[in-house]
């Protein structure tokens, strides 16, 4: 079963207020997060590898799940789970990397994206960006709460909404059909303070406490 709130831990974003991501992902654990996304988009050097593997062994100490973005050969490494996109390997070839039990994750940000990720061997779909977001370079439109709750009906996988939300909005996405939502920059610091992000996971537990 999925969280409510799935945290990201997005190393781009920590670059930029010097954080170290073991840090931030151990904080997001004692404030409660029961699952984390390892993020990193750049090239897996021996620094975003030792990232991982602190943060795999934080997470299997809390019992909580970990993801890795993108690399299934990394996360079998780790056994962990793993998140992939549309131009990503696909689900299926990573589920021949993973094996059966490992969780897959699959995003998707349109009707017939999530149609066909139904029929995908994974455990849950992202479905986004329900909001405008800041996280990548070149975003998918954007598509809202009125079609999230319209094409949540389409498919019966657990779904991770994501993009732009926020600690006002989030209770009205998983009202509109969504059992996680997905977050990186609501859990951002403007300085690399553990106490302030171990306070924002307690407040996103708070705020979607429906």
């Given amino acids: 079963m999925l969280p409510r709130v799935y945290p990201i831990v997005d190393t ?48 299997a100490n809390a019992q909580a799940g970990f993801i890795v973005n993108d690399r299934a050969d990394v996360a079998l490494m780790l056994d962990a789970g793993v ?11 990573a589920r021949s990397v993973l094996g059966p039990a490992r969780w897959i994750g699959y995003s998707t940000h349109n009707e017939a994206q999530l149609l066909a990720g139904g029929g995908e061997p994974v455990h849950y779909l992202a479905f986004g960006p329900v909001f405008e977001t800041r996280s990548k370079e070149q975003p ?27 600690l006002e909005t989030a209770a009205e996405v998983l009202a509109a059909g969504a059992d996680s939502v997905a977050i990186i920059g609501g859990f951002v610091p403007a300085t690399p303070d553990r106490a302030d992000v171990r306070e924002r996971m307690e407040e996103w537990l708070r705020a979607t406490k429906l």
Avoid at 83 to 93: I, S, Y
Avoid at 142 to 166: E, H, M, Q, Y
């Fill in 12 to 59: 781009a974003s920590l670059e930029r207020i010097e954080m170290d991501p073991a840090d931030f992902a151990e904080a997001l654990l004692e404030g409660g997060a029961r699952i984390l996304q390892f993020r990193h988009k750049g090239d897996y050097t021996r620094a975003a590898w030792d990232s991982a593997s602190r943060i795999a062994g934080l997470c």
């Fill in 83 to 93: 998140h992939v996109g549309q131009q990503d390997l696909r689900p299926a070839d």
């Fill in 140 to 166: 998918d439109p954007t598509v809202g709460i009125a079609a999230l709750a319209r094409l949540r009906t389409l498919t019966s996988k657990p779904l991770v909404a994501i993009g732009g939300i926020t």
